[in-house]
């Protein structure tokens, strides 16, 4: 099974910036590429996508709440893993959220749907203060 585990989040005033990574390992040797995903979830609400990228042609796709401000990258130098990035600037207190990485193997589409996704991180708190 896929493990996945992010860092990088913390506390900024709103208008600043955070970069999370996420590396997600032991992709299945049948599977080339993965498809990788932020999500976030507040309390008392639903967790929503945030952001997705296929390693395989880095095909990215955007919720429209991030778009502009938020930006999904990776790193494939090294191919045993697949590691993403999420630079988040221009922070809003809306984006207060704990943050997850999902990842899949294969390409799943660019739906933000979390149903999409089998292997999960622990994930991370972002905080953004106004």
């Known amino acids: 099974r896929v493990q996945v585990e992010e860092t990088g989040g913390g506390s900024v005033q709103a208008g600043g910036s955070l970069r999370l990574s996420c590396v997600a390992s032991g992709r299945p040797f049948t599977y080339s590429t993965m498809s990788l995903a932020w999500f976030r979830q507040a309390p008392g609400k639903e967790r929503e996508g945030v952001a997705s990228i296929y390693s395989g042609d880095g095909k990215t796709s955007y919720a429209d709440s991030v778009k502009g401000r938020f930006t999904i990258s990776q790193d494939n130098t090294d191919n045993t893993v697949n590691t993403v990035y999420l630079q988040m600037d221009s922070l809003k207190p809306e984006d207060t959220a704990m943050y997850y990485c999902?990842?899949?193997?294969?390409?799943?589409?660019?739906?933000?749907?979390?149903?999409?996704?089998?292997?999960w991180g622990q994930g991370t708190q972002v905080t953004v203060s106004s």
């Open positions: 999902a990842a899949e193997p294969g390409y799943v589409g660019g739906a933000l749907r979390t149903s999409l996704y089998r292997s």
